[in-house]
């Protein structure tokens, strides 16, 4: 059995003088700033955990992870990831390949590619071919293209058996 799910998921840009750093794929991207959320504001792995949660059937990152408990304040994304995935294998399920794609005009996430897979992809069970990572800008248009904050959407296949 085979199903797919996709993700979606949106944070802002914080103000700089808040000094967060900015986290994509579980590694720190030197930027300007980072991106406002209850947890760390990782867009990208947000993205990613809604599509396998949805792949399963298992509602969102809002019911697992709510930002109305404080237990979930600035929590490492990966943690979270890690959870996700063993709640994924204990229900007999394994990622065949994923697609994250970030949304936003900068940064520039092609020199962290690479060591963006290498963090994640032994977390999904796969090798780095299989985690795709890759981004594309809004052409200066909408939140994004103004610089206001950064979208990531991911498309998941999962294999049972």
């Not at 914080?14 to 980072?34: S, W």
């Not at 109305?68 to 490492?76: G, I, M, R, V």
């Not at 994923?98 to 290498?118: F, S």
Request: some cysteine; hydrophobic content about 40%; overall charge negative.
């Amino acid at each position: 059995m085979i199903r797919v799910g996709s993700g979606f998921d949106v944070h802002r840009f914080a103000a700089p003088q808040e000094g967060r750093p900015l986290l994509l794929m579980g590694i720190l991207v030197p930027f300007d700033r980072g991106l406002s959320g209850h947890s760390d504001a990782d867009v990208m792995l947000h993205a990613l955990m809604d599509a396998l949660l949805g792949a399963a059937g298992l509602g969102d990152i809002g019911q697992h992870f709510p930002d109305t408990d404080a237990a979930y304040k600035d929590s490492d994304s990966v943690f979270l990831l890690e959870r996700v995935m063993g709640e994924l294998r204990s229900r007999g399920w394994r990622v065949g390949n994923a697609d994250v794609c970030l949304i936003g005009e900068r940064p520039r996430i092609g020199p962290h590619r690479q060591t963006m897979r290498d963090r994640i992809a032994p977390i999904l069970g796969i090798e780095p071919e299989a985690l795709n990572v890759k981004a594309t800008t809004t052409e200066n248009l909408g939140f994004t293209g103004r610089g206001e904050g950064l979208a990531a959407q991911a498309v998941v296949l999962l294999e049972r058996g």
